[in-house]
């Protein structure tokens, strides 16, 4: 299910790196919250947890990919489902280092 809305942003690491292509440069690049899905955390509607996945899900490893590649850090915002304490709903960054590794993480708690 993912995959399918993945396709939207393919394009948008790519750019980032496309600007710095020639020069030395160390890219840090910052998605917006909760990038692969519709920002709903001012409804609080239940309905929106079905986008939720793993730290290591669909959208993580979409992005290792073009971490590794343009040599850049990716903080990836998205909605992580916590499959070893009881399926918890966190409002987590994903830290994807240069080396398309997952180098860390923050969470907020959604009530």
Not at 97 to 108: A, L, M, V, W
Request: aromatic share 12%; net charge neutral; with cysteine.
């Amino acid at each position: 299910m993912l995959a399918s809305r993945l396709h939207v942003y393919d394009h948008l690491p790519i750019d980032f790196a496309q600007l710095c292509e020639n020069h030395k440069c160390f890219y840090i690049i910052p998605l917006q919250e909760a990038w692969m899905m519709p920002f709903a955390f001012c409804t609080r509607e239940k309905r929106w947890c079905e986008f939720a996945e793993p730290v290591d899900g669909e959208s993580t490893k979409f992005l290792q990919s073009f971490a590794l590649k343009y040599n850049m850090v990716i903080v990836s915002p998205i909605l992580e489902r916590d499959i070893n304490h009881g399926e918890v709903i966190w409002n987590t960054a994903v830290v994807i280092g240069n080396h398309g590794n997952i180098i860390g993480k923050h969470r907020k708690v959604i009530a």
